[in-house]
């Protein structure tokens, strides 16, 4: 499986005190959307943008600003 890089990473809060997680492709992008229960309209356009990403119909820098997007929607980006 390729792995579908962008840069530069977005920087997220995870479920752990004090670590930051600083995403740079699509693969983990999915993985970091799919823990979100709230599936707010960001998230839900950053998750179909991953899955048209996998099938190259999107860039990985469309998925990078997506997924941006959800993480400030979802309050988990490092600024």
């Not at 962008?6 to 995403?23: E, I």
């Not at 799919?34 to 820098?61: G, H, I, N, Y």
């Amino acid at each position: 499986m390729v792995t579908h890089w962008f840069s530069p990473p977005v920087y997220v809060k995870t479920d752990r005190p004090g670590v930051t997680y600083g995403c740079n492709n699509v693969e983990g992008a999915a993985e970091e959307l799919m823990k979100s229960t709230k599936m707010r309209p960001k998230w839900r356009k950053a998750v179909q943008l991953c899955a048209d990403a996998f099938q190259d119909r999107v860039t990985p820098e469309e998925v990078r600003q997506a997924f941006e997007a959800a993480a400030r929607e979802e309050g988990v980006l490092r600024e």
